[in-house]
């Protein structure tokens, strides 16, 4: 174990902008970060031709992923979409099957979790808050016209692995329709590995 703990202090919490202070890291990712991730390659293409903008931003709290400590952060997500599907995260899963709470301030998006077998998601707004069980990967969308804004908190030791999420998908997308949005389940289902990563990571002891 390396560094001494963090010492206790308060932070704001800015729901119109989505600003932490104290402010720890800050990360970007642009269209050009989520290449792979989005159904309609293509569009994505264009879009990062046409400016590759910024699709979510992440302030975290000045709280160190390690063990025994409890990281927070705001992410904003802008409005928008490649082809119909909404900007989202790039989804990631925690290595350590741990839990994490999202908690919506501004804005509307969905929370997609994905066990490799079943896919769940929830609607968060302001004041809604969105409960990820270990060992399910989760992924944000804004599926509404303004910033979608929420505050993540979660173990210091689950780490993020992103790259069972870019092989074996999230089970469903976030896609514009009539009503608005609907969550379409991806026919297939994942492959005998990508159900094995999730099934140890959901038993316990
Ligand atoms: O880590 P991703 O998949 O890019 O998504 C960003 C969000 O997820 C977190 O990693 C927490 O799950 C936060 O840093 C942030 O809220
Ligand atoms: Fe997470």
Do not use: C
């Not at 290595?95 to 998006?109: I, M, T, W």
């Not at 992103?162 to 997308?173: S, T, W």
Request: charged share 25%; net charge negative; proline share 7%.
């Amino acid at each position: 174990m390396s560094g001494d703990l963090v010492r206790p202090f308060a932070a704001g919490i800015d729901g119109a902008s989505g600003g932490v202070d104290p402010a720890g890291v800050v990360s970007e990712r642009r269209l050009s970060d989520l290449r792979g991730l989005f159904r309609d390659a293509a569009a994505l293409e264009r879009a990062v031709g046409e400016g590759d903008e910024v699709v979510y931003r992440v302030v975290a709290a000045p709280v160190p992923e390690v063990e025994g400590e409890v990281p927070f952060s705001v992410t904003t997500i802008e409005a928008g979409r490649v082809g119909d599907e909404f900007y989202m995260t790039r989804g990631h899963a925690h290595p350590e099957p741990q839990g994490e709470v999202y908690f919506g301030l501004s804005g509307r998006g969905v929370l997609l979790m994905y066990d490799g077998e079943e896919v769940r998601w929830v609607e968060i707004r302001p004041g809604v808050a969105g409960y990820i069980p270990p060992g399910w990967a989760h992924r944000t969308a804004n599926v509404g016209g303004e910033p979608f804004r929420f505050l993540a908190v979660y173990p210091g030791s689950a780490g993020h692995d992103y790259a069972i999420v870019a092989e074996g998908g999230m089970g469903a997308r976030v896609v514009r329709s009539a009503a608005g949005y609907e969550v379409v389940e991806e026919p297939g289902g994942a492959g005998p590995a990508v159900r094995e990563y999730y099934r140890r990571r959901k038993k316990r002891g």
